[in-house]
């Protein structure tokens, strides 16, 4: 069983910052990302991460203003935001691959097996 529990979302006016955490309760050396969906919006990709962090890519709605990162020894996930708009608001998931060492990484719901309960990110413009 795997267990991915985000946390640090919260309520921020635009412009401000926020850094959400994912905690697995499991060896995270695998394809790891973050997700979001707003009401009535399909999931889609904010961010990845290869195991050891080489590879990143966002979505282009967020480059510049959003950074992955992961601590393999901690087996947590990292979302740190900056610059938040009013169309960032949505519920933020962290999402892991099923595979230890999986490889490449990626923006698609399809290439991830294991979802987090989310947290909640609204930002007021």
Known sequence: QVLLVESGGGSVQAG???RLSCAASV????RMAWFRQAPGQEREGVAAIS?????????????????????NAKNTLY????????EDTAMY???????????????????????????QVTVSS
Not at 51 to 71: E, L, N, Q
Not at 79 to 86: V, Y
């Open 51 to 71: 195991p050891r962090g080489g590879s990143t890519p966002y979505a282009d709605s967020v480059k510049g203003r959003f950074t992955i990162s992961r601590d």
């Open 79 to 86: 979302l740190q935001m900056k610059s938040l708009k009013a």
């Open 93 to 119: 998931y962290c999402a892991a691959a099923a595979t230890v060492d999986a490889v490449p990484t990626s923006l698609h719901v399809q290439a991830y097996n294991y979802w987090g309960q989310g947290t």
């Open 27 to 30: 060896n995270i050396y695998r």
């Open 16 to 18: 401000g910052s926020l």
